[in-house]
């Protein structure tokens, strides 16, 4: 079975600090895929990363970098100098050898100006 | 359209009403699938569509959950008598390959249903 943790419900920051969002997975496929999503107040889940099991290289695209260990299987998410329109809730997800994507709780990014 | 689109984007119901919820996915999208989201949970699948055939149903909650999608591109999810645990978010997405590929799935805005 495939499981996803995201072990922070809420966090709050102010304006232009940098903030980590955790990514804890569990899968016993070997070859699988990881996600994050943002959801705005809007609703829709936005796109953001994917990532496969065979590429552990860290990403960086722009403000926003991953940090993928399969040692400690997570993904984490950093957001550096955060804004305002970095509110929203932020989704990690798992594929593993099934389709169908098992997504975390979500952890609310509060900004304040 | 540039995305999945989904109407209405509200729906308030009473409690033994029938609904149906409809998703319109990007242009050329083979696959597209229907996910229930509850109030501060992440989605859940509920089921997968390649072009026209439902391959998987194995996400819905009753039999009174209902999915189509009859010519391959628009969708719908009807749900029948609705009870008022089928509140919450119904998401649709869609992606451009087959169900065996890695592909990202690219979401619609969501219907919110209430039922009182």
């Known amino acids: 079975a495939q499981k996803v943790t995201q072990a922070q419900t809420e966090i709050s920051v102010v304006e232009k600090e940098d903030v980590t969002l955790d990514c804890v997975y569990e899968t016993r496929d070997t070859t699988y895929y990881l996600f994050w999503y943002k959801q705005p107040p809007s609703g829709e889940l936005v796109f953001l990363i994917r990532?496969?099991?065979?590429?552990?290289q860290n990403e960086i695209s722009g403000r926003y970098s991953w940090n993928f260990q399969k040692s400690t299987s997570s993904f984490n998410f950093t957001i550096t100098a955060s804004q305002v329109v970095d509110s929203a809730v932020y989704f990690c997800?798992?594929?593993?050898?099934?389709?169908?994507?098992?997504f975390g709780r979500g952890t609310s990014l509060i900004v304040h100006p | 359209g540039a995305g999945v689109s989904q109407s209405p984007r509200y729906k308030v119901a009473k409690r033994g009403q029938d609904v149906a919820l409809r998703c319109d996915p990007i242009?050329?999208?083979?696959?597209l699938f229907w996910y229930q989201q509850a109030l501060g949970q992440g989605p859940e699948f509920l089921t997968y569509?390649?072009?026209?055939?439902?391959?998987?149903k194995s996400g819905l909650p009753s039999d009174r959950f209902f999915a189509e999608r009859p010519e391959g591109s628009v969708s719908t999810l009807k749900i029948q008598r609705t009870q008022q645990e089928d509140s919450a978010v119904y998401l649709c997405a869609s992606s451009l390959q087959t169900s065996g590929s890695p592909d990202t799935q690219y979401f619609g805005p969501g219907t919110r249903l209430t039922v009182l």
């Open positions: 997800a798992l594929r593993g050898g099934s389709y169908i994507p098992t």
């Open positions: 569509f390649q072009n026209e055939a439902q391959l998987d």
């Open positions: 990532r496969n099991s065979f590429d552990e």
């Open positions: 242009s050329g999208h083979v696959s």
